[in-house]
């Protein structure tokens, strides 16, 4: 069963406009919410990662936005780029020592961004 | 370049065989977890190995086990191969111990059992 709930499954965006990823989760004990970039052939590689006690993060293009009470956070990539064409995982773990490393991904959405 | 390497890059078997999948962990870190990745899915993670002992397991059945060795470096064994075997497996290193530490991804081995 999946713990960490990802939508939409795949979406497609012009070069230059905003693409919007939204994940939920009910565990509440999870505290880092990471998101992954994969390319095909590739190993997902980490983008940005947040933790509960903030509500965005911002790294260049790409942003979250962590809402606590709802149980949701989502990932926006600005001035999207055909080199951001990838499939992009949320990712959800507890943060205590013993935890990590165990995460609990979304499904997927898989970007593509025409020029 | 995130430093861990996976073998074989592609694998056929049938059904009922073993099968073994090796990893290589990145420098410096002494934690692999591995991840079943189904064709369109998010990866699932198997168990994690840390001191040479698993430290962990997801909803997998026994006959998915795994070793770590003492450089670190670790194997996924799966025997009795089923057909919903067939995925992506994906290794990831990481420091255990400390928080918020980044896992490093390998390629992954692309496993189809006929």
């Known amino acids: 069963q999946q713990q960490v709930k990802q939508s939409p499954q795949s979406l497609i965006v012009q070069k230059g406009g905003i693409s919007i990823i939204n994940c939920a989760y009910e565990n509440t004990a999870f505290d880092y919410f990471p998101w992954y970039q994969q390319f095909p052939g590739k190993g997902p590689a980490l983008l940005i990662a947040i933790r509960p006690d903030v509500s965005e993060k911002k790294e260049g293009r790409f942003t979250i936005s962590f809402n606590k009470s709802a149980k949701q956070f989502s990932l926006h990539i600005m001035d999207s780029q055909p080199g951001d064409s990838a499939t992009y995982f949320c990712a959800a773990s507890m943060g205590s020592p013993d935890s990590w490393g165990k995460l609990q991904f979304g499904a997927g959405t898989q970007v593509v961004v025409t020029p | 370049e995130t430093g861990v390497t996976q073998s074989p890059t592609h694998l056929i078997k049938t059904r009922g065989q073993q099968v073994t999948l090796r990893c290589s962990s990145q420098s410096g870190h002494n934690t692999v977890s591995w991840y079943q990745q189904a064709l369109g899915q998010g990866p699932q993670f198997i168990f994690q190995?840390?001191?040479?002992?698993?430290?962990g397991r997801g909803n997998f059945p026994p006959r998915f086990s795994g070793l770590q060795f003492p450089n670190y470096s670790s194997e996924l064994n799966v025997n009795a191969l089923e057909l919903d075997d067939s995925a992506l497996y994906l290794c990831?290193?990481?420091?255990?111990?400390?928080?918020?530490?980044?896992?490093?991804f390998g390629p992954g081995t692309r496993l189809t059992v006929l």
């Open positions: 190995y840390y001191r040479e002992e698993e430290n």
């Open positions: 990831a290193s990481s420091l255990l111990g400390v928080t918020y530490n980044e896992q490093f």
